[in-house]
């Protein structure tokens, strides 16, 4: 399983564009990247998820480069309810046998006024 | 219309007791989880079920017994419990048995071991 590394925290101010790194070095072939946000007393939700190039929705875009061995996580013009943990996850389709996904410490994004 | 719920929400107990939480999902999926996320905030994956059957299974005490009576739930039992088992506890679910697939979370069970 792809083991992942991301900063463990990180602050912002409002309206500021926040990007969260993470590395990945052995992702495998067929490994998904996914972006999980948890708030204090909350189960995590699933912000995005990709697997090469650029991927956006309505919260955020993720920066997967071409050898896939970091991917990024760009939220735009934060604001004080982004204040969260945010999990970077790798994990796909395998033969002989079910997947699981490993979360790691996650970032803790702290956004200021 | 909650997606993944949970009951009870704060369990609080003595050492030696047995417990149990529940979990039900409304979606429609085959696949739901339990994990356990601890005072240093690591989640970590106990089990596992597709369609009431047992497809994950970490390296979790005996004390702990998963039941799935159908696929819309999912219950974790907890016989003998331990100051170590204070935790807040997460049901999850997902379509298909992949858990790459988007997964939703219930809001957790917080047990207090005392």
């Known amino acids: 399983l792809a083991k992942t590394t991301q900063p463990i925290s990180m602050d912002s101010y409002e309206g500021q564009e926040v990007n969260i790194t993470c590395s990945h070095n052995?992702?495998?072939?067929?490994?998904?990247i996914t972006w999980y946000q948890q708030f204090p007393s909350q189960g995590p939700r699933f912000i995005i998820q990709g697997y090469k190039t650029k991927v956006t929705n309505e919260v955020a875009s993720l920066f997967i480069p071409a050898d896939r061995k970091s991917s990024t996580l760009s939220l735009p013009r934060v604001s004080l309810s982004d204040t969260a943990v945010y999990y970077c996850l790798v994990g796909g389709p395998f033969s002989g046998g079910y997947n699981k996904l490993i979360f790691g410490a996650g970032t803790r994004l702290a956004v200021h006024p | 219309d909650t997606a993944v719920s949970q009951t009870p929400k704060y369990l609080v107990t003595q050492m030696g007791n047995d417990k149990s939480i529940k979990c039900e999902q409304n979606l429609g999926h085959d696949t739901m989880y339990w994990y356990k996320q601890d005072s240093k905030k690591f989640l970590k994956i106990m089990f596992s079920?597709?369609?009431?059957?047992?497809?994950i299974n970490e390296t979790v005490p005996n004390r702990f017994s998963p039941k799935s009576p159908d696929k819309a739930h999912l219950n974790l039992h907890i016989n003998s419990l331990e100051l170590g088992d204070s935790a807040v506890y997460f049901c999850?679910?997902?379509?298909?048995?992949?858990?790459?697939?988007?997964?939703?979370f219930g809001p957790g069970t917080r047990l207090t071991v005392l």
């Open positions: 052995n992702i495998a072939t067929n490994d998904y």
């Open positions: 079920y597709n369609n009431k059957e047992l497809i």
């Open positions: 999850a679910s997902t379509r298909g048995s992949d858990s790459y697939n988007e997964q939703f």
